[in-house]
C-alpha cells in the first residue's frame, strides 16, 4: 500500500497585497493523484482555503499574527488527509478485489490483469 507524502522544507515566503503571507513547501516524498483528491476533498469539506497542495508542493496562506496557529492547523490537516487516504486506499483495494472476483467468477482465473490509475 502506498504511504501518504511527507511534507519537506519551506521553499518560499511570500507577500501579499492583503497583508497575508504564503509559505511554500517541498515534498520530501510526493503525493500521488490518491492523495491530491483526498486532501482536496478534505479542504473542501472543512471550508478551508488557505492550503493548496499540488504534484509539486504545499502552499499555506496566512496572517502573520496567526503563524503558529496555521502552522499547527496544517499539520493537524496533513495527520487527517494521511488516515484520510489510508481509509480511501483500503476501499479502492476491497473493491478492487470484489472487481477480480467478480471476473473470475464468470471468466475463469486467467493471466493477472494489471490495474492502472486513469
Same mark, same amino acid.
Request: aromatic share 6%.
Given at each position: 500500500m502506498? !504511504?501518504?507524502?511527507? =511534507?519537506g522544507s519551506?521553499?518560499? =515566503?511570500?507577500?501579499?497585497d492583503?497583508?497575508?503571507?504564503?509559505?511554500e513547501?517541498a515534498?520530501?516524498?510526493?503525493?500521488?493523484?490518491i492523495?491530491?483528491k483526498?486532501?482536496a476533498?478534505?479542504l473542501? /469539506?472543512s471550508? /478551508?482555503t488557505?492550503?493548496a497542495a499540488t504534484s509539486?508542493?504545499l502552499?499555506?496562506?496566512?496572517?502573520?499574527?496567526e503563524a503558529?496557529?496555521?502552522?499547527?492547523e496544517?499539520?493537524?490537516?496533513l !495527520?487527517?488527509a494521511?488516515r484520510?487516504?489510508?481509509?480511501d486506499l483500503?476501499q479502492?483495494e476491497?473493491?478492487?478485489e470484489h472487481?477480480?472476483e467478480?471476473?473470475?467468477t /464468470?471468466?475463469g482465473a486467467?493471466?493477472?490483469?494489471?490495474v492502472?490509475?486513469?
Amino acid at each position: 500500500m502506498s !504511504e501518504a507524502p511527507l =511534507i519537506g522544507s519551506p521553499v518560499s =515566503i511570500s507577500t501579499n497585497d492583503d497583508g497575508t503571507f504564503s509559505v511554500e513547501f517541498a515534498w520530501a516524498t510526493a503525493p500521488d493523484t490518491i492523495w491530491l483528491k483526498t486532501f482536496a476533498d478534505l479542504l473542501r /469539506r472543512s471550508g /478551508r482555503t488557505t492550503l493548496a497542495a499540488t504534484s509539486d508542493g504545499l502552499t499555506l496562506t496566512f496572517n502573520p499574527a496567526e503563524a503558529d496557529a496555521a502552522l499547527d492547523e496544517m499539520a493537524v490537516l496533513l !495527520e487527517d488527509a494521511g488516515r484520510q487516504y489510508t481509509s480511501d486506499l483500503e476501499q479502492r483495494e476491497a473493491a478492487l478485489e470484489h472487481v477480480r472476483e467478480a471476473l473470475e467468477t /464468470r471468466y475463469g482465473a486467467g493471466q493477472d490483469v494489471p490495474v492502472r490509475q486513469t
